[in-house]
Structure formats: C-alpha cells, structure tokens
C-alpha cells in the first residue's frame, strides 16, 4: 500500500503539469503530500514531465526518460513543437485542436512571428514587456520559433550569397533574408555603402552580410579592371575579379 501511495504522489506530479504547466505554474504543489518522500516524488513527476517537454520543443525524436510523467511531458511537448514548426512554416491558422499546448505553443509563435518580421535580429528569449514571459511553456515556444526562424532567414541570406534563385515556395524568414542581403549587396553596387533600413527601421544582419560580399565583388571587379587577377581567399572577390 505504502509503495502505492508514493507511485500515485509521483502521477499526480504528472497530472499537475498536464493541467497547470500550460498555465504558468512552473513547479509542483506539494502542499498535499504527506511526507517529505511523497513531496519529493510529486516533484519528480513533475520535473519528469517538463523536462521531456523541453526535449520535445528541441525537436528530439524521443524522451531520454521512459517514465509515465516524461512520455506525457514529451507528448504535450511534441504537440507544441508541431505548433511552432506550422507557424514558422507560413501557416496562419491554428488546427482545431483543444489540447492547451498546442493551442498555446501556436500563439506564442505567432506573436515569436510579429517581433522577428520587424526586425530578424531580436533576441531569442520573449521581451519582459511580454505578459506571457513569465510562463515556461509560452516562453519554449516563442524561443523555438525564434530559433527556426533565424535558421530559415540565415538560409536566405546564403541562398543569396550563392548566386541562386529565391525559391517560389520560400517562407517569409527565408524570402526575408534572401531580399536582406540582396538589399546590402546592392546598396554597394549603387554607391551608397549604406544597406536600407527594412520598413520597420532596422539595417539587418542579413543586409550587412550582403553588404560584405558586395564590398568583396566590388573590390574583385576593380581589380580586374587593372588586370591584378591575383587569388585572393575571398571566393566573392576572385569571381568578381575573373568576371564569372
């Protein structure tokens, strides 16, 4: 009976962060528990729980954990990452799905969505501004939608870099970095060396970083011009120098 009672404090760890860890509570109750081993089984149902749902939100395949509280923390937390790579993917509208993390998880990517669209270099963590930055789950979310957002943009901006098209199906992180550097590249072609600020007021990382190649080209074209066809370690600047 005794090893009942303990199995059940460690489920209920499980069912507190099943109801309320979407909620903003971010540590077990242990209140009710009648001793100090009960306590610290609620509490490891619980971290069990949360810590299979950050694996999740990191986009693992599996819970390290094999427990009853890390396959429903993994569980809820594979519903949110599902969230966050639908946003991040251009979609718009969450699927009618009731399970609070999901739901959840979707609203914080939109809104990880809105502050990246304005500027691609904000930082990876929800402004104290946020109500929401205080609640763990919101704030996973919002950090892995950042996160996959600056990979698509950075992708952009290589795609780019390496001569190719901006692919027709490209998300708006991706259109966002590609037309960033596109941008700083050409603000040296045309003389100003001064990429423009995106149309909320920001000179991006992915312009900078155009502007450098463009730079890079510059000085590869001019040096051709001169016949100095010298290799440099600058792939940018020897096809400028070569004309290709």
């Known amino acids: 009976q005794a090893k009942q009672d303990l199995n059940a404090q460690y489920e209920a760890g499980k069912q507190q962060f099943i109801n309320q860890y979407v909620n903003g509570q971010a540590s077990a109750n242990t209140s009710n528990a ?3 081993q009960a306590q610290s089984l609620l509490n490891q149902g619980f971290q069990d729980a949360i810590g299979a749902f950050n694996e999740a939100m990191r986009g693992s395949n599996k819970s390290s954990k094999n427990t009853t509280a890390a396959q429903a923390g993994f569980t809820e937390g594979q519903l949110a990452y599902k969230a ?3 946003v991040t993917g251009g979609q718009t509208t969450a699927d009618s799905n009731s399970d609070g993390y999901y739901q959840k998880a ?4 939109q809104d990880a969505l809105s502050a990246f669209t304005k500027n691609p270099d904000t930082k990876k963590s929800a402004d104290t501004s946020n109500p929401n930055a205080g609640d763990s789950a919101y704030t996973a979310a919002y950090t892995a939608a950042i996160y996959q957002l600056t990979a698509n943009y950075n992708r952009g901006v290589q795609q780019y870099l390496s001569g190719k098209n901006l692919p027709g199906d490209a998300t708006s992180s991706f259109a966002a970095g590609y037309n960033d550097a596109l941008n700083g590249f050409q603000s040296v072609l045309n003389g100003s060396g001064t990429p423009d600020t995106n149309a909320y007021g920001y000179i991006t990382s992915g ?3 155009g ?3 463009g730079q890079s080209a510059l000085s590869g074209y001019n040096a051709g011009m001169i016949g100095n066809t ?3 370690n600058d792939s940018v600047q020897n096809d400028a120098n070569l004309g290709t």
């Open 84 to 86: 966050v790579q639908q």
């Open 207 to 209: 312009a900078n970083q």
């Open 230 to 232: 010298a290799t440099t």
């Open 211 to 213: 502007k450098i190649a």
């Open 34 to 36: 009648k001793s100090t």
């Open 106 to 109: 979707f609203s914080a990517a």
